[in-house]
T-cell receptor, first 112, second 115 residues
Framework: KAGVTQTPRYLIKTRGQQVTLSCSPI?????VSWYQQTPGQGLQFLFE???????NKGNFPGRFSGRQFSNSRSEMNVSTLELGDSALYLC???????????FGPGTRLTVT | AQSVTQPDIHITVSEGASLELRCNYS??????LFWYVQSPGQGLQLLLK??????LVQGIKGFEAEFKRSQSSFNLRKPSVHWSDAAEYFC?????????????FGAGTQVVVTP
């Protein structure tokens, strides 16, 4: 089975721009979660989608949003980028039966 | 407040020596417990998990972890470390009453392996 894939792997954006990141979960997994990883704040939960519905949301501003499609693929969007948004964004898909989260390699976003 | 604590930010261990990484949690009920490993520039790989039952769980790569309810701890161990075990290790918890897609992570422990 293919693992979780994320595109793009690296991204450089300018402050004020917006960005969209994509995540394809493991086949059969219906839950997709997003995390932000920074040296200062560590790993922080952004949101989780299940069957195209946001099921959980972390403590991030409304500039961070996401969605999930009928094939379980998910995207997250960050609008009006700030320097502090520079981070590794990790996507994870969850096996509903085994309750295990499998992570993708992440998208490294740099905001200049 | 609910929290996950990894007291050791950095650990240096000699190749072949044993390793123990500490994790403590603060939750009202026993959560689901996980250990993940992250190599530089990579995503996180699940080492093992604890839901219930036997308090000593075995994982991949020769790792094991022991759940101690009385101490609210879930420490990770490996009897003999290999150079390839150098990485960052994260303890994580999920709540049975919350969505299974939401994990709270500790700050991580960086493991350095010396020859």
């Amino acid at each position: 089975k293919a693992g979780v894939t994320q595109t793009p792997r690296y991204l450089i954006k300018t402050r004020g721009q917006q960005v969209t990141l994509s995540c394809s979960p493991i086949s059969g997994h219906r839950s997709v979660s997003w995390y932000q990883q920074t040296p200062g704040q560590g790993l922080q939960f952004l949101f989780e989608y299940f069957s195209e519905t946001q099921r959980n949301k972390g403590n991030f501003p409304g500039r961070f949003s996401g969605r999930q499609f009928s094939n379980s693929r998910s995207e997250m969007n960050v609008s009006t980028l700030e320097l502090g948004d520079s981070a590794l964004y990790l996507c994870a898909s969850t096996s509903g039966t085994a309750y295990e989260q499998y992570f993708g390699p992440g998208t490294r976003l740099t905001v200049t | 407040a609910q929290s996950v604590t990894q007291p050791d930010i950095h650990i240096t261990v000699s190749e072949g020596a044993s390793l123990e990484l500490r994790c403590n949690y603060s939750y009202g009920a026993t959560p689901y417990l996980f250990w993940y490993v992250q190599s530089p520039g990579q995503g996180l790989q699940l080492l093992l998990k604890y839901f219930s039952g036997d308090t000593l769980v075995q994982g991949i790569k020769g790792f094991e972890a022991e759940f101690k309810r009385s101490q609210s701890s879930f420490n990770l161990r490996k009897p003999s470390v290999h150079w390839s075990d150098a990485a960052e290790y994260f303890c994580a918890v999920g709540l049975t009453t919350d969505s299974w897609g939401k994990l709270q992570f500790g700050a991580g422990t960086q493991v350095v392996v010396t020859p």
